[in-house]
């Protein structure tokens, strides 16, 4: 049985230590030491949406704990590397400092002369193309969002995306008389993607728009329920 001190205040080095001995080969959590990034990758995600749902509720007491869930993940995360040799979370600390000190240069060196704070971030990242940027953006991503930062950073190399009400109709007329499930999936997905942009046009974060239509949607219903 693997004891650990009591302590008044716990800290980021005692996470660590304790993802660790819950990963031991031999006297760890049957569940944690057999995890991979695979099998929790799914956690990860769902801790951070909880931790938004709570920065949603503006409940402090509710944050913290999710704030911590996600901590939790990032160092497990870490720790999987570490037993593979390939980086600790104390590099992870090291790698976000750094980044942080070279991104604020306005900050931390003096220089007032940084205005284009993407075009500082490209270049730290190799960015060069319109096909660069695009990768980057996460595949993970929820699709409206990503569709969002897609149409966001095309339009940095000219690439604008048609945004007016003519293309949604019509993409959505296509899904109604379409043949086959495929044809319709495809004008679906042509109508959200045109959806997306006619919200970036009128300033709208299409991602929220659809959250805040949800969120109404379901009291609207729990209220007629309940009635």
């Known amino acids: 049985m693997n004891a650990y001190p009591e ?4 800290t980021a080095d005692d996470l660590a230590a304790i993802i660790a001995i819950l990963r031991d080969p031999e006297n760890g959590c049957p569940w944690d030491k057999v995890q991979t990034h695979t099998s929790i990758r799914m956690n990860f995600l769902e801790e951070a949406y909880e931790a938004v749902d709570a920065i949603d509720l503006d409940d402090p007491e ?3 704990e999710e704030l911590g869930d996600v901590l939790m993940q990032v160092v497990f995360h870490a720790q999987i590397e570490r037993e593979a040799g390939h980086f ?3 590099e992870v600390c090291d790698g976000v400092c750094r980044k942080l000190i070279e991104r604020h240069p306005h900050i931390f060196g003096g ?3 940084i205005k284009d704070w993407d ?3 490209n270049k730290e990242k190799g960015r060069l193309t319109l096909t660069d940027e695009l ?3 996460p595949k993970a991503l929820p699709a409206l969002m990503r569709a969002a930062k897609l149409q966001k950073r095309a339009a940095r190399y000219g ?3 048609p945004a007016d009400a003519a293309a949604v109709a019509k993409a959505a007329g296509t899904v109604e008389t379409a043949r086959d499930k495929a044809a319709a999936e495809q ?6 993607f045109a959806a997306a942009a006619l919200a970036r046009k009128a300033g709208l974060d299409p991602e929220q728009a659809l959250q805040k239509c949800n969120a109404a949607f379901t009291e609207e219903n729990t209220q007629t329920q309940e009635s």
């Open 7 to 10: 302590k008044q205040q716990y």
């Open 62 to 64: 509710l944050m913290c």
């Open 88 to 90: 600790t979370f104390a």
């Open 111 to 113: 220089d007032e002369s």
């Open 119 to 121: 075009s500082l971030k």
């Open 135 to 137: 990768e980057s953006v």
């Open 159 to 161: 690439v604008e995306t």
């Open 187 to 192: 004008a679906m997905g042509e109508l959200l």
